[in-house]
């Protein structure tokens, strides 16, 4: 992976130094390599839980096709690193739902963090506007993220008082406490997709006739479920990305 990077940015940074005899008019279409800090944050509307959230990363390539002085369509390919943490706490049980006993001892406690690998395809149209000294793009459009692998790590807890429980009748079972412990990878908890809108923003500046070093933030608004088991709450990728990276310009005769 390292030495195909490296090969991209050769690529990229030697395109005018080899062929400066005839100058060539820019082509109309671009490639270009970009990575940077991925801030993800959850949004769910279930109360009962809470979410924390990790900076995760994304790094990939560019194609961009000009349509006009101004106009462009840009589709990238990257590899997203995202991961959040829920975690739930919940004190007082009782035996069924319309009981008015309560083992105020008993509680439930859940905190698992989830690691997730996506490949991202984002397609967005742009406006861009050469200003004195760069360049500032504008884009919007959408995303669409295939899940890659998923893992977890956390425990789950569970207590049941010996005392607190004696009034319990209806159903069998033996107080203490119990604890779970997860870590690996999982199946049939994530969803295997994300999808949802993109906008950025760009600047970017001329380095050669046909590269430029370009700086982008986007923000993606997911609205695909985060988890496939319709058990789980209801819950949402919102993430922003900012990117460095690296556009050349393919010249055309």
């Not at 839980?49 to 990238?76: D, H, M, P």
């Amino acid at each position: 992976m390292k030495q195909l990077f490296r090969l991209l940015v050769v690529f990229l940074l030697v395109p005018d130094f080899v062929a400066a005899q005839a100058p060539k008019e820019p082509g109309r279409w671009s490639v270009g390599i970009a990575g940077g800090p991925l801030f993800n944050q959850i949004q769910g509307s279930t109360p009962l839980f809470q979410y924390s959230n990790k900076t995760g990363y994304q790094a990939g390539a560019s194609l961009t096709y000009r349509i006009g002085e101004s106009f462009s369509v840009r589709a990238e390919l990257m590899a997203d690193y995202r991961s959040f943490g829920s975690s739930l706490y919940s004190q007082g049980l009782r035996e069924t739902d319309t009981s008015r006993y309560v083992c105020w001892d008993c509680y439930y406690d859940y905190n698992i963090r989830f690691f997730t690998h996506y490949l991202t395809l984002p397609v967005v149209f742009e406006y861009s506007q050469e200003l004195k000294y760069m360049g500032i793009a504008f884009r919007a459009g959408g995303y669409y993220s295939v899940l890659i692998s998923a893992a977890h790590e956390g425990y789950e807890a569970f207590y049941l008082d010996p005392h607190g429980t004696k009034p319990f009748t209806l159903i069998d079972f033996t107080p203490g406490f119990y604890r779970s412990h997860y870590t690996g990878l999982v199946d049939d908890v994530i969803n295997t997709y994300d999808a949802g809108l993109s906008i950025g923003v760009g600047l970017w500046r001329q380095v050669g006739k046909s590269v430029k070093i370009e700086a982008d933030v986007s923000m993606r608004l997911g609205f695909a479920n985060v988890f496939e088991n319709p058990l789980m709450p209801e819950i949402m990728h919102r993430h922003a990305v900012v990117k460095l990276g690296l556009v050349r310009q393919i010249s055309t005769k």
